[in-house]
């Protein structure tokens, strides 16, 4: 988030303390929880940790990464298994994190929930022979909408950044380096510049989505 004054809980699977640091420099109270979002079981004792040191969750951003190879496969090679895992790190985990958290900030009358996926859960075309997070993402953009649809007049915000670019330093972009694709014809974009259009979503709450960068489609 952008400017001082926040206190921020990352969980991911492992704890980075250069992210720490970083936030601190910004004036940004930190601590990272260690955590594995593709069990939505999890949940419960994640939010318990975070509460426990912060108190309350006024804004929860979602927004997981991972390998291409283990995101990405042909249609015609998915298999129910290889989806289970990815329904349960983008649906199932946002889903029962909402759950939990929804109505403690709508008995308060605002909070927000942000999530980011990759511009292609809009067009399914826009990405031939690389399916499986992307169906999962469509269903999950579907809910977000209903989300906010459902919150709004709570004073709960939910919205969605859809990322149609190569994220500058993620692990996507050196594994395709690694495997010699061309990334050229993508746009790139900072992971500071994904943060201000997630903030630009939660002050203006005007929008359920925005693709960034903006004018990418």
């Known amino acids: 988030m952008r400017g001082t004054g926040w206190r921020s809980s990352p969980a991911a699977p492992s704890r980075s ?10 004036g940004i109270e930190a601590e990272p929880f260690t955590a594995d979002l593709s069990d939505p079981a999890a949940v419960p004792a994640l939010l318990a940790r975070i509460t426990a040191r912060f108190g309350r969750i006024d804004v929860v951003e979602y927004a997981p990464v991972g390998s291409m190879a283990e995101f990405m496969r042909p249609a015609s090679q998915m298999s129910a298994e290889f989806l289970r895992k990815h329904v349960d790190l983008l649906l199932n985990t946002p889903v029962e994190i909402v759950h939990a958290l929804a109505p403690q900030m709508t008995e308060r009358g605002g909070g927000a929930f942000l999530f980011a996926l990759g511009a ?14 992307p169906s999962v993402a469509s269903a999950t953009r ?6 906010n649809q459902d919150l709004a007049d709570k004073g709960v915000y939910a919205g969605l950044l859809l990322v149609a670019a190569v994220v500058d330093g ?11 694709i061309d990334l050229s014809a993508i746009p790139t974009v900072s992971p500071a510049d994904l ?9 203006a709450r005007d929008r359920v989505e925005q693709i960034a960068p903006r004018g990418a489609s």
Do not use: I, N, Y
């Open 120 to 133: 292609s859960a809009l067009d399914a075309s826009a990405t031939p022979g690389m399916s499986g997070a």
């Open 195 to 203: 943060a201000d259009a997630h903030f630009d979503l939660f002050t």
């Open 142 to 147: 579907h809910w977000v909408h209903a989300l």
């Open 170 to 180: 993620s692990r996507g972009q050196r594994e395709a380096v690694e495997l010699g």
């Open 17 to 26: 303390p250069s992210w720490r640091r970083k936030l601190g420099r910004e």
